[in-house]
């Protein structure tokens, strides 16, 4: 079974279709998320990631919800 993890956009780079994104997930900003299966994220949009890769654009009450059960299980 994969996990994808939600994180916000804080920063895009390159172009269509080959863009990369730097995304915050819960302070730790990791670099070079491939964009290829979202083309239309921009920054400020949530995005599930697995592998490196941002999957699915996902509205901000359900990353929030996601990201606080995620750390009700860490705990």
Do not use: W
Request: with cysteine; charged share 20%.
């Amino acid at each position: 079974m994969c996990l994808s993890i939600p994180g916000k956009i804080v920063a895009i780079e390159g172009n269509e279709p080959f863009r990369t994104a730097k995304v915050n997930f819960g302070g730790a900003i990791k670099g070079d998320i491939s964009l290829l299966f979202c083309p239309g994220a921009k920054v400020d949009d949530y995005c599930l990631t697995h592998a490196g890769n941002a999957l699915e654009i996902i509205d901000e009450a359900l990353a929030l919800e996601t990201i606080t059960l995620l750390q009700s299980v860490r705990r």
